[in-house]
T-cell receptor, first 111, second 113 residues
Framework: QKEVEQDPGPLSVPEGAIVSLNCTYS??????FMWYRQYSRKGPELLMY????GNKEDGRFTAQVDKSSKYISLFIRDSQPSDSATYLC???????????FGQGTRLTINP | GAGVSQTPSNKVTEKGKYVELRCDPI?????LYWYRQSLGQGPEFLIY????????DSGLPNDRFFAVRPEGSVSTLKIQRTERGDSAVYLC???????????FGPGTRLTVL
């Protein structure tokens, strides 16, 4: 079993829909949780960063962490075609430690 | 300012050859990471430098892989006797002194024929 599990999709939704992406993990030492967006043939781009449990909002994006359930989520409101990309969850046990990534979910927003 | 840069962007080599992949981190970033991403997968950790020294090399798959960062800035990932299974995108990331946010470069796409 992988340390971080993420449904690879693909996920296809109409423009304007609310998108929900999530990951589960097994290592209770993870304290830092991130979501990266990766366009085709590009490097991952940091979207959201959360330390420990709770919610964080940035524009149309909301990240949630539930450490008791070992479950993290990313919500995208008013989704746009430009949001079409692969979304990667990542987590680490310490501030400068290696990141452990999920497989990535491929998302397509249809106009 | 400039982000993380990686060269070359693409590298095609033959099985058994030696390759070097270069990473230029964000200026002033002390932490540097190498990851490998296979098609349809998330990046997998290879090695982490803090300054000039390798703080964690637990992700290097075998002794054909080696990385250096002699002056604490640019890093080179070296792969000896390449195998077809080494084909992947090699990503470099850097982070500042706090180390909690990693910024990725565009990657080097390595193809071993």
């Amino acid at each position: 079993q992988k340390e971080v599990e993420q449904d690879p999709g693909p996920l296809s939704v109409p423009e304007g829909a609310i998108v929900s992406l999530n990951c589960t993990y097994s290592n209770s030492a993870f304290q830092y949780f991130m979501w990266y967006r990766q366009y085709s043939r590009k490097g991952p781009e940091l979207l959201m960063y959360t330390y420990s449990s709770g919610n964080k909002e940035d524009g149309r994006f909301t990240a949630q962490v539930d450490k008791s359930s070992k479950y993290i989520s990313l919500f995208i409101r008013d989704s746009q075609p430009s949001d079409s990309a692969t979304y990667l969850c990542a987590m680490s046990a310490g501030g400068a430690q290696k990141l452990v990534f999920g497989q990535g979910t491929r998302l397509t927003i249809n106009p | 300012g400039a982000g993380v840069s990686q060269t070359p962007s693409n590298k095609v080599t033959e099985k058994g050859k030696y390759v070097e992949l270069r990473c230029d981190p964000i200026s002033g970033h002390t932490a540097l990471y190498w990851y490998r991403q296979s098609l349809g997968q998330g990046p997998e950790f290879l090695i982490y430098f803090q300054g000039t020294g390798a703080a964690d090399d637990s992700g290097l798959p075998n002794d054909r892989f080696f990385a250096v960062r002699p002056e604490g800035s640019v890093s080179t990932l070296k792969i000896q006797r390449t195998e077809r299974g080494d084909s992947a995108v090699y990503l470099c990331a850097s982070a500042g002194a706090g180390g909690d946010t990693q910024y990725f470069g565009p990657g080097t796409r390595l193809t071993v024929l």
